[in-house]
């Protein structure tokens, strides 16, 4: 896919963003298709965002709006608009900020879709046999929700990472910001199991595709470091032979891990720590108590709540 061609200062502040604030590249090109739609839309009116006025910022996010983009999709359009008129202003190339009296679109409050513990138990169960697909599928099911890694850390997960402090794995979140993370003994003993001549070893290709390769924890069945896609599709396989009937992803374990956490009354911050969340709003998502344990706590007590005898 050809890259997105930009106004020269829109250029600055994607490359500012990419080397002064470390934004991953898949959120760079999200950004630029955001400010792309915003020039065609100012390009409209014959204006560039230099000089672009409140009223342009405003028509622009109205059209969206009558497009059908949702308040997160909305959200994330103006934050990435902002950034760019502040950083225009800071840098001299813009003399006012037509975004300062904006209102971003609410995005509705919803509870991450978490597992049971009953049910993460029989995802990880579904994964049998010993040959090397089936340890390394139970070493990243484990993995996954034993540390709450995002499917991105784990496939990116080197040998190095694993041969620091025991019960530890180290972790590149957003940013490449780095984190120890405790394993936890079920899947220590899984990736314990997986890391062996009969496991990974056997994975191992008669000569690696690319540099790096070598170093993965991971591996795919025709060798070479393991995809996401590859990842998600162990997940769904697993979780459709466990009898799952969710729609259960990598991040489905992510939720699972916190939310299991808390429930069992682990310090937020904590849990924040172990997510890798900036801010531990984020986190606070996971306190929220769902509609069936308020039901199940409800009636177990309060007096009047049960069925009459």
């Keep these: 896919m050809a890259t997105l061609v930009l106004w020269r200062g829109s250029e600055e502040y994607v490359s500012w963003l990419a080397v002064e604030r470390g934004r991953a590249r898949n959120t760079i090109e999200s950004y630029r298709r955001d400010l ?13 965002p230099a000089d672009a006025t409140p009223r342009d910022v405003e028509e622009h996010f109205g059209g969206l709006r009558a497009a059908g983009h949702s308040a997160a999709s909305l959200a994330r359009a103006l934050s990435v ?70 499917i991105s850390e784990a496939v990116g997960l080197d040998q190095a990472d694993l041969s620091g402090s025991p019960g530890l794995v180290r972790l590149y979140g957003k940013g490449s910001k780095e984190r120890l993370v405790p394993l936890g003994r079920c899947a220590a003993r899984a ?62 374990l992510r939720h699972s891990c916190a939310s299991h956490m808390l429930a069992h009354g682990a310090d937020i911050r904590v849990v924040q720590e172990l997510l890798g969340h900036v801010s531990i709003t984020t986190t606070q998502i996971y306190t929220k108590v769902s509609p069936e344990h308020l039901r199940a706590t409800y009636e177990a007590a309060h007096p009047r709540a049960g069925n009459a005898a």
């Design 191 to 252: 990736l314990k199991d997986w890391v062996t001549p009969t496991g990974r070893g056997a994975l191992i290709p008669a000569r690696w595709r690319h540099r790096g390769d070598a170093e993965a924890v991971f591996l795919g069945s025709r060798g070479g470091r393991l995809t996401r896609q590859a990842a998600f599709a162990i997940v769904v396989k697993h979780a459709r032979a466990a009898g799952l009937r969710e729609n259960v992803s990598p991040h489905t």
């Design 36 to 48: 792309a739609d915003y020039e065609r839309s100012l390009a409209g009116r014959g204006r560039t």
């Design 81 to 150: 608009v902002r950034g760019l008129h502040r950083f225009l202003l800071d840098e001299g190339m813009a003399t006012r900020d037509p975004t300062s009296d904006v209102v971003a679109a609410r995005i509705p409050a919803r509870l991450p879709k978490a597992l049971s513990e009953d049910a993460v138990a029989r995802l990880i169960d579904a994964v049998t046999g010993t040959t090397p697909e089936a340890r390394r599928d139970r070493a990243l099911l484990e993995l996954l929700y034993g540390t709450g890694a995002r």
